[in-house]
């Protein structure tokens, strides 16, 4: 029990050095943000996170946190990195269990609304937009990303593979391992299966997508986060 308190203690000493960084300093000494100490962080600069709501509390944004269920981890590490003007919109609750990998390049906005949860070794790369709306739940494994990452050009060299936005919807439960990339806009209370591949819009909400690539399979379904006998 005593070892646990101190451990805290030492997250929240440590949270609170970051939150100086990142906020103005009505809002920092909320210390809305809980880090994990030995998160890999670049990029910090005064305004890199935003809080679009009035209910700003302690602990509402947890980063790196050692919960949820875990996949196989291929590394050890949480990263959190920012490129000039770069940066992240939260609108309420987010969680990030240990091992997220999250990149805001430059110029490029993620925005997360209310109810966020994911799961161990999500990545996310933003270099456009990336919305994620309310009761999000992001399984491990997960990649969220707007960019091919490397330009892909015809024969005269002009560029053919434009960065697009990703928009999730509200609701919205991404399986693990699943990819979600360019282009990708998944409709209100949709269910992602397991290792698929998101590369589209899909218009319909309440659906199942699923697949390599990625098709409707099933609509007019709902899901909870809780599982039941």
């Not at 919205?172 to 949709?190: E, F, N």
């Amino acid at each position: 029990m005593l070892i646990e308190k101190l451990k805290n203690a030492y997250i929240w000493l440590y949270s609170i050095r970051i939150n100086k960084k990142i906020f103005a300093k009505d809002i920092a000494k909320k210390c809305p943000l809980r880090i994990m100490p030995g998160t890999k962080i670049k990029g910090l600069y005064k305004g890199c996170i935003e809080i679009d709501t009035d209910n700003i509390y302690k602990g509402m944004i947890q980063f790196g946190m050692e919960q949820g269920s875990f996949g196989k981890r291929a590394k050890k590490q949480s990263v959190l990195m920012f490129e000039d003007n770069g940066k992240i919109v939260f609108t309420g609750r987010a969680d990030f269990a240990a091992t997220a990998e999250v990149t805001v390049y430059k110029d490029a906005v993620l925005r997360i609304d209310d109810g966020f949860f994911s799961n161990s070794n999500v990545v996310i790369n933003v270099t456009k937009g990336v919305h994620i709306g309310k009761n999000a739940q992001i399984g491990w494994n997960v990649e969220i990303i707007d960019t091919d990452g490397h330009d892909i050009c015809d024969m005269d060299g002009n560029k053919i593979n434009y960065d697009k936005p990703v928009i999730i919807g509200d609701d919205v439960w991404i399986g693990a391992r699943a990819s979600i990339l360019k282009g990708a806009d998944i409709p209100d209370g949709c269910i992602i299966g397991y290792g698929s591949i998101v590369t589209k819009r899909f218009d319909e909400p309440h659906s199942i997508i699923t697949g390599i690539p990625a098709k409707q399979i099933k609509n007019n379904i709902t899901w909870r986060r809780e599982k039941t006998i």
